[in-house]
């Protein structure tokens, strides 16, 4: 792993941070805060790629069960990983991972569209297919209940979080791409 590849992790793991500034917004009705924090792996596994993308999310779930209040709301320790929502925070890690993977496929010709499906199957997709299980499981509800609970009223936003990172994705893409195709192909070689 270069330096170059350190101080990027380093710089999204802080990104993520940044996120995490926007203060939650709860709904009455649930216990699952909405966060700009959603779109971290988005952007991370959009613009750094699978491996560094995880190891970013990796490095900043680190920090927070170290105790930094990094989390939305200024929560850290070990508490946030083992709530009714945790399930979510730990889709984070395989979402970046997935959406850079399915990135790095598609490097060559990707555009709005296939960036944009990227990001809502990997960070709405993966991310609610572990956390909605979680949060069942916690909750004593059944699947379709949880599903109803802790992720449809989040789906409007997540989208314009999917959009919002899309576009990030394709500006770095176009003005300093942080994957490249020729690592790639040898990659696949």
Known sequence: MSTRDIVLIALFAALMA???????????????????????PMLMGGILGARRGALSMLLFLVLVAMGLPLLSGGRGGLAPFVGPWSGFIYGWVLAAFAIGWLVERRWDRLGPVSAFGICVLGGIGIIY????????????????????????????GDLVKAGLATAAILIVKRAYPLIEANALRSARL
């Open 129 to 156: 297919a572990v956390g909605v299980p979680w949060f069942a499981a916690f909750s004593g509800l059944g699947l379709g209940k949880a599903f109803a609970t802790s992720a449809i009223a989040f789906i409007p």
């Open 18 to 40: 940044v996120l995490g500034a926007f203060p939650p917004l709860m709904l009455p009705i649930i216990a699952i805060p909405i966060t700009a924090q959603s779109m971290g």
